[in-house]
């Protein structure tokens, strides 16, 4: 899988700095393209999101942005403009490279956190369509990499059906707000979505994007350091599941897998999550699996109650189902000691149980 990161980062900056220094000679204070703003306003916005970005994972507060900015008085020029983009940037690389993979520091939207993953994929959206609305409005071309689109929206923008073929760029404009796609409307307000995490005592329940999902369901890692054996079949078939919903433009990264990762060495134990949205009902269905060596630990137990108090304390969950072959008494323990009772059996033979727990 390709990470996305620092280098993502560059080679975002580095392709947007090239192509608007060849009209530094323009008029910048026209309208970009479908903004209010003025060119000038609309490059400084990218530099300001970028240190601000960079000061979020240095800083790692988890509660506001750092109370810091920058200002652009001294820029006399648009090339001065280019000039801030290209620091502001490369210190945003650099955070992104230095920051530890389970760090994670306030964004607002829509979880309240992101990792150096989810920042580095919303500064390289910001670069990517703020220096379209740019090149709009001075009237001069520009198209970034379709895999560094393709980057971002696997990312950030689960909720997005992608087109098919190569054509991502297309696909990230339509998503914000910027251009047209045919069979979908056209979107009026958009926002993109950092994976959730929810928090137990010795492990953390990590949401899986697109991106890390494709990898996993393709016998890769998905990103994650895993402990020997892992991660376990049932984990890479439900990410399989996750990169089918995406791809049909039904998943929604909330109701999606989680991984679970112990806290105090960051390595990845097993997998858990829904298996879609709830019904109209309000009826959700979940599973799980631990690699062997995981086994045995209480860390299904402690996951699991997490995920369940996480979702019946919403207004569209009204219980949760669970099913379990007859054979597996371990599962069986874990779903009793959460809390779910058995309301049936399942299957030509009645092969497995049915577990029901409510609010």
Not at 7 to 20: F, H, I, K, P, R
Not at 307 to 320: F, G, H, Q
Request: proline share 6%; hydrophobic share 40%; net charge negative.
């Amino acid at each position: 899988m390709r990470a996305m990161g620092g280098d993502q980062v560059e080679e975002a900056v580095s392709g947007a700095v090239a192509a608007l220094r060849g009209a530094t000679d323009r008029d910048w204070d026209v309208r970009a393209g479908r903004l209010e703003w003025s060119c000038r306003r609309t490059a400084e916005h990218i530099a300001s999101d970028l240190v601000a970005y960079a000061g979020q994972l240095a800083g790692r507060p988890t509660d506001r942005y750092v109370p810091f900015d920058i200002t652009f008085d001294e820029c006399e020029s648009p090339e001065d403009v280019l000039q801030v983009i290209e620091a502001t940037g490369a210190l945003f690389a650099a955070a992104v490279r230095t920051t530890p993979r389970e760090a994670r520091a306030f964004h607002p939207y829509p979880f309240r956190s992101a990792d150096r993953e989810g920042f580095a994929a919303m500064g390289v959206t910001e670069v990517l369509v703020h220096t379209h609305d740019v090149a709009e409005g001075l009237g001069i071309a520009y198209e970034p990499p379709a895999a560094l689109c393709a980057d971002v929206l696997t990312r950030i923008f689960p909720h997005v059906r992608p087109e098919p073929g190569p054509d991502h760029w297309r696909t990230l404009l339509w998503a914000t707000g910027r251009g047209e796609l045919p069979g979908r409307a056209p979107l009026t307000g958009w926002k993109w979505s950092n994976n959730l995490v929810i928090p137990a005592e010795r492990l953390t329940l990590q949401g899986v994007t697109p991106a890390a999902a494709a990898d996993l369901s393709a016998g890769g890692t998905g990103g994650f350091v895993w402990i020997e054996g892992g991660p376990f079949q049932g984990t890479r078939d439900a990410a399989g599941m996750v990169v089918k919903a995406y791809e049909a433009g039904v998943h929604r990264p909330e109701w999606g897998m989680f991984v679970l990762v112990r806290r105090e060495d960051g390595r990845a134990v097993g997998g858990m999550g829904f298996h879609g949205a709830p019904d109209d009902e309000g009826r959700a269905e979940v599973g799980y699996d631990l690699a062997e060596s995981a086994r045995g630990k209480g860390y299904a137990t402690e996951a699991l109650r997490a995920m369940t108090a996480w979702a019946l304390a919403r207004e569209d969950v009204t219980y949760l189902l669970a099913t379990v072959d007859r054979a597996n008494s371990p599962s069986q323990g874990v779903i009793s000691r959460v809390g779910f009772t058995r309301v049936g059996t399942v299957g030509d033979d009645g092969e497995q149980y049915a577990y029901e727990l409510r609010g």
